[in-house]
């Protein structure tokens, strides 16, 4: 069983920078593509960034694209989500994801193990 850990959220003043990290359990990390995505209230759950298994391929939805920045260490199994300039727009629990192959995919639908979600907040 797969278990992804979320760390790193919290209040921050609009305009400034959050951190976020989330560690991965098992041996094939790298043969996964790994997504944030992010659920505001009253809100459907959406794609934020995604990496591919080797990190030479990312994905951004245009909302956060040139303001944050997804990442990977293959080698301790982690993913980040550096995100500067947030906006309230931003506020939200963020969710870690694994996919279901090394392939980048935008679909939540394509991932099947998720974190327990950090929450972001960022008023205005």
């Known amino acids: 069983q797969v278990q992804l850990v979320e760390s790193g959220g919290g209040l921050v003043q609009a305009g400034g920078s959050l951190r976020l990290s989330c560690a991965a359990s098992g041996r094939t990390f790298s043969n996964y593509a790994m997504g944030w995505f992010r659920q505001a209230p009253g809100k459907e759950r959406e794609f934020v960034a995604a990496?591919?298994?080797?990190?030479?391929?990312?994905r951004y939805a245009d909302s956060v694209k040139g303001r944050f920045t997804i990442s990977r260490d293959n080698a301790k199994n982690t993913v980040t989500l550096q995100m500067n300039s947030l906006i309230p727009e931003d506020t939200a629990v963020y969710y870690c994801?694994?996919?279901?192959?090394?392939?980048?995919?935008?679909?939540?639908?394509?991932?099947?193990?998720w974190g327990q979600g950090t929450q972001v907040t960022a008023p205005s």
């Open positions: 990496i591919s298994g080797s990190g030479g391929i990312t």
């Open positions: 994801a694994r996919s279901l192959s090394v392939v980048v995919t935008t679909a939540s639908f394509s991932y099947n193990y």
